[in-house]
C-alpha cells in the first residue's frame, strides 16, 4: 500500500514535472480523520485532524506531495476526495466498500457484522465518474473537492435497506458498536463541487441498492 500510494504517487509527479501533463488525483474521505462535524474540503490543513489508519496516512502524505510539487515546479494537479462510492462493477473483495460487502453477503447468506454507531454519505458510481468527467472542461489546478451524496446513513439503515430489498431476515448479521481506527462519522459538504463542477447527486441509495444487487446477482450468477 505505501510503495502504490506514496512511491507510485512520487513516481507519478515526476513524471508530470517532465512531461507537463495535468493530473487528477483520487484521494479519499479517510483524510479526515478523527474529525466528527461537517467535512468541508479545508478541515485538513486547518484543523489537523487525526488520520486513524495507515491508508489514510499514506493519502494525507499523497495530498502533501502533490501540494510541494505545485509550489516547486508547478505542476497542476486536482485533488478528489471520494466518499464511499459505489454500484455495479464493484467486485467483492474484504477491501471493498461497505456496500459491495454488505450485497455480497446478503446475497449469498453469509453471515456479516455491522458496527451500529458509524454513519456515512454515500455516493453512487454514476454520479461519482459524472463529477470527473466535468473536471477535464472544469480544471482548475491547486483545487481539492469532495466527490459524495448528501444523504447520510447510519451503517445499520444500509444492512436495514439490503435486507429489506432482498426480503430476507438479520439472523445472519452481527451487530457491534464501535470500529476501532476508522472514522465515526463521514459527513461531506459538496458545495464546492456543486459550484465548481457541477457535481449532483441524482441516484439515491434506494436506488443505487437494488441496481448494485441485480448486477452482482447476474454477475456471480445468484438465482432470484
Request: aromatic residues 12%; proline residues 3%; charged residues 30%.
Amino acid at each position: 500500500m505505501w510503495e502504490s500510494n506514496a512511491i507510485g504517487t512520487k513516481n507519478m509527479l515526476r513524471l508530470q514535472k517532465e512531461h507537463e501533463f495535468r493530473m487528477i488525483f483520487s484521494s479519499s474521505s479517510e483524510v479526515y480523520g478523527d474529525y466528527d462535524d461537517l467535512m468541508e474540503e479545508s478541515v485538513p490543513l486547518e484543523e489537523n485532524p487525526r488520520q486513524l489508519n495507515d491508508y489514510a496516512i499514506s493519502k494525507w502524505v499523497n495530498e502533501q506531495q502533490i501540494l510541494n510539487a505545485a509550489d516547486r515546479h508547478g505542476n497542476e494537479t486536482v485533488r478528489v476526495r471520494f466518499f464511499n462510492t459505489y454500484g455495479p462493477g464493484e467486485k467483492f473483495s474484504e477491501y471493498r466498500s461497505v456496500v459491495c460487502k454488505f450485497c455480497y453477503h446478503a446475497l449469498h447468506d453469509n453471515p456479516y457484522h455491522v458496527y451500529e454507531n458509524h454513519h456515512r454519505s454515500f455516493t453512487y458510481i454514476g454520479d461519482t465518474v459524472r463529477t470527473l468527467a466535468n473536471i477535464v472542461d472544469l480544471f482548475k489546478p491547486g483545487e481539492v473537492y469532495n466527490i459524495a451524496g448528501e444523504e447520510y446513513y447510519d451503517i445499520k439503515e444500509l444492512s436495514d435497506l439490503i435486507l429489506d430489498y432482498l426480503d430476507k431476515d438479520d439472523d445472519k448479521v452481527e451487530y457491534r458498536g464501535r470500529e476501532e481506527h476508522n472514522t465515526l462519522n463521514k459527513r461531506a459538504s459538496v458545495e464546492k463541487a456543486k459550484q465548481d463542477l457541477d457535481h449532483e447527486a441524482r441516484v439515491s441509495l434506494e436506488e443505487g441498492i437494488p441496481k448494485t444487487i441485480e448486477w452482482m446477482r447476474d454477475y456471480y450468477d445468484v438465482d432470484a
